[in-house]
C-alpha cells in the first residue's frame, strides 16, 4: 500500500462521525438487577499504577508509582508514555502517589504529582506541576514541598468545584504530626492552582484545611461538592470521612469511631468529627471516586471504594443528602488481586488499577499480564456465567472462631497466646473463664493499657449475636472450661 494510499484511508476513518468500537480482552460480565457491565483489558504490563485520572478532554492518565506517566486515548486504545520523573524515590509505599489534572485542562494544560524524594537522608514530599504541550510533559514548577517518611505518605490530589487544589498527606508515621497545625502531615491541605494559598482557608497564612489524619489514599469529591475521604486505619478501623473545613478528624488521639472512654474525652474537648464508615476488620481502603452517572444507574450516588487487603471493589451507597453511607456492596472479591485506584470516564465508564506488583504481593498473585488497567462498562451482551456483587452485611455472617480471627487475632493472636508483654494470653486466663460480667463489660467498652501504650478496643459495634459467638468461643478453646454466655446477658450489659 502506498504512503498516500495510507493517509486517505486515514483521513476517511477520521471523517467519520463514530469511531470503529474499540476491541478489547473481556475478563468478566457482571448482572446488576438491571444493568448488564463488561470487564476488559484497556492496558497491561504496568507497574504499580498508583493514581487514575480522567482530564476534561475525556484522556485516562496514569501515574505508575516508579514515576512514570502516560497518557491513554480512550476513543482508540492509544497509549503514550510521557515522562518518567528520574528523582522519584519508591520503596514499599513512597514513590508517586498522587496526581490531578486542572480542571480545564484545554485552557490550562496542567497536571499535578505528588511524590516522595530522598536525597541523603532526607525525605521529602513533593507537589509539582507540570504543562502538556507537544505531547510532552514539561516545565515541572514545585508549588509545595513537605517532610515525608518512610511510611504513611499519603498521597491523593483533587480539585474542588470552588476551583481549589486539594491535598491529603500522611502523616509521615509520626504521632505528633497530625494534631499539630503547624505541620502540614496528615493533613487536607487547599491550595490556589498556581501553589499560593487560598485567603478563606481557616489560617489565611497556612494551606490546612482540616486535620486528625493518619494515612489517606482516597480523596474524592461528589457532584454537589461533598469531599470524601478514605484512610488506612492501624490494625482495626479502616475509615471513609466526610470531610469539612476546619474539621478535626481524630487521629492519633481517636481511632475510627469514638467508642473507647479515652476517645470519647478527647472528642468532647477538641470537637472531632467521626468517620461516615469505619470497617473492622480492616481492609486496607484505597482509591475511591464519586460515581454520578446515568450509565450504570444501579450505582448513581456512589462512592466506588478499592481495597487493597480486600481485594475488591466496595460500592459505597450513599444517602440522598450525601451525609452517610446506608449500605454497601462487594464486587471482584479474590478475583483480580489489590486494588488501587478507580476513575469515572465522561460516558460513565469505570476504570480500575490492580496492585499486584507493589510491595505486598497476595498468594496467587500477581496474575499473568499484571498490573493491569480494567475497564467496566455498559454492553448489551448477557452472560450464562456473569457475577454479582454481594451486600457487605450477607457476608459477615461469621461463627465464634472466624470472628475472632477476624477482630481479635491480629493482637491475641490465632492459638490465644497473645504476645508477651504486649498483648495478653487469652488461653488458660482466670478473666476470660471466670465471671460473664466483667469480661462482658471489657468486650464492649475496650481497655486502655496502664502504660497507654497499647489498648484493647471497644467492641461495642458487635451485635449481641456476634460478641456472645466470640466469648463463647474464647471460653471453650485452648482449654479454657466456663459456661456458655447468651445473647440476653451481652443486651443487659450494654
Ligand atoms: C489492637 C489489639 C487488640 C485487639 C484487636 C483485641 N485486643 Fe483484647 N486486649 C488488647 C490489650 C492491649 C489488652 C490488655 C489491656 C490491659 O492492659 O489491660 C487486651 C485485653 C484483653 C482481655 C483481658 C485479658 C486480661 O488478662 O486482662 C480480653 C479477655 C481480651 N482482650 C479479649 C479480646 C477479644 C475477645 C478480642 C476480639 C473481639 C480482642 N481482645 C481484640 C489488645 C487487643
Known amino acids: ?44 504490563s504496568l507497574n504499580v499504577p498508583w493514581d487514575l485520572e480522567v482530564d476534561s478532554e475525556g484522556f485516562l492518565w496514569i501515574a505508575e508509582q516508579e514515576g512514570k506517566v502516560s497518557r491513554i486515548n480512550l476513543q482508540t486504545g492509544e497509549q503514550r508514555y510521557l515522562l518518567q520523573i528520574p528523582e522519584v524515590w519508591k520503596v514499599r509505599t513512597s514513590g508517586l502517589l498522587g496526581m490531578v489534572s486542572h480542571p480545564d485542562f484545554s485552557k490550562n494544560p496542567f497536571l499535578y504529582l ?21 505531547d510532552t510533559l514539561m516545565e515541572p514548577k514545585v508549588l509545595l514541598e513537605i517532610e515525608g517518611g518512610t511510611s504513611h505518605n499519603g498521597s491523593r490530589l483533587a480539585f474542588g468545584p470552588d476551583g481549589k487544589l486539594y491535598w491529603a498527606t500522611g502523616d509521615k508515621h509520626d504521632y505528633t504530626y497530625a494534631q499539630n497545625r503547624e505541620k502540614l502531615n496528615g493533613k487536607i491541605l487547599r491550595l490556589n492552582p498556581d501553589g499560593s494559598i487560598p485567603a478563606d482557608n481557616p489560617d489565611p497564612n497556612s494551606a490546612v484545611w482540616a486535620w486528625g489524619f493518619r494515612n489517606m489514599q482516597g480523596l474524592a469529591f461528589s457532584s454537589s461538592g461533598l469531599l470524601y475521604t478514605s484512610e488506612h486505619g492501624d490494625a482495626i478501623e479502616d475509615e471513609v470521612n466526610l470531610i469539612q473545613k476546619s474539621g478535626n478528624y481524630g487521629w492519633p488521639a481517636i481511632e475510627g469511631k469514638q467508642d473507647l472512654s479515652a476517645e470519647l474525652e478527647f472528642a468532647a474537648a477538641n470537637q472531632t468529627i ?5 470497617w473492622t476488620p480492616v481492609i486496607a ?38 451525609q452517610s453511607i446506608p449500605s454497601e456492596e462487594i464486587l471482584f472479591e479474590n478475583r483480580y488481586g489489590r486494588l488501587r485506584d478507580v476513575a469515572e470516564g465522561q460516558d460513565g465508564a469505570i476504570y480500575l488499577s490492580t496492585s499486584n506488583q507493589d510491595w505486598n504481593p497476595q498468594p496467587g498473585f500477581p496474575l499473568p499480564g499484571d498490573d493491569k488497567i480494567l475497564k467496566i462498562s455498559p454492553t448489551q451482551r448477557q452472560s450464562t456465567n456473569s457475577i454479582s456483587p454481594v451486600k457487605a452485611t450477607e457476608v459477615v455472617a461469621l461463627d465464634g472462631k472466624q470472628l475472632y480471627q477476624s477482630y481479635c487475632a491480629s493482637c491475641h493472636k490465632a492459638d490465644g497466646a497473645g504476645v508477651e508483654g504486649v498483648f495478653p494470653a487469652l488461653a488458660k486466663n482466670p478473666l476470660v473463664s471466670g465471671d460473664p ?25 458487635l451485635d449481641n449475636r456476634e460478641a456472645a459467638e466470640i466469648l463463647n468461643y474464647i471460653r471453650s478453646a485452648w482449654g479454657n472450661p466456663s459456661s456458655p454466655i447468651s445473647s440476653t446477658q451481652i443486651e443487659s450489659l450494654r
Open 285 to 322: 481502603p484505597a482509591g475511591m471516586t464519586y460515581y454520578g452517572s446515568e450509565a450504570i444507574p444501579e450505582w448513581k450516588n456512589t462512592l466506588l471504594l478499592t481495597t487493597l487487603k480486600g481485594k475488591s471493589l466496595r460500592i459505597l451507597f450513599l444517602s440522598a443528602d450525601g
Open 1 to 44: 500500500m502506498s504512503k498516500n494510499w495510507f493517509f486517505a484511508l486515514a483521513f476517511l476513518a477520521s471523517c467519520q462521525s463514530k469511531l470503529p468500537e474499540l476491541v478489547l480482552e473481556q475478563l468478566d460480565t457482571i448482572q446488576l438487577a438491571t444493568s448488564t457491565l463488561k470487564v476488559e483489558v484497556l492496558a497491561d
Open 274 to 278: 467521626e468517620p461516615i464508615r469505619s
Open 437 to 461: 460480667k466483667p469480661l462482658i463489660e471489657l468486650l464492649l467498652q475496650g481497655k486502655t493499657s496502664a502504660n497507654g501504650a497499647q489498648a484493647m478496643p471497644a467492641f461495642s459495634f
Open 114 to 134: 505528588n511524590y516522595t524524594v530522598k536525597n541523603d537522608s532526607l525525605i521529602r514530599s513533593k507537589l509539582v506541576r507540570y504543562t502538556y504541550k507537544g
